[in-house]
């Protein structure tokens, strides 16, 4: 089993995430937070387990479904650790 880390971004973009869905419904915020959180025990398993970005990082994503889309986790695996980088959901406008 590998160690999740969580870099500051990810969990602003968690913070950021889980702020829009309690306004709407604290039932679907948590909701949200526990797909998010499985993701990432399925990553401490898998690690490898998430689609490659093929731009020479070696950075990955896995996406885990939610609503009318997905959760994306950007993370990166370096030996025994998965770095998770950052967290965003599909249909935001991500410029």
């Known amino acids: 089993m590998s160690q999740v880390i969580w870099l500051s971004e990810a969990l602003e973009d968690i913070v950021r995430l889980r702020s829009f ?7 679907v915020a948590n909701r949200a937070a526990a797909v998010i959180n499985n993701g990432a025990k399925i990553l401490a398993d898998f ?4 689609k490659p970005m093929n731009d020479g990082t070696g950075r990955r994503e896995l996406f885990l479904s939610f609503g009318t889309g997905n959760y994306v986790l950007r993370y990166k695996v ?4 998965v770095v998770i ?3 965003w ?7």
């Open 47 to 50: 690690p490898e387990i998430g």
């Open 21 to 27: 869905l309690e306004d709407k419904s604290p039932e």
């Open 89 to 95: 959901h599909s249909r935001e406008n991500r410029n």
């Open 78 to 81: 370096a030996q025994e650790i």
């Open 85 to 87: 980088m950052r967290v």
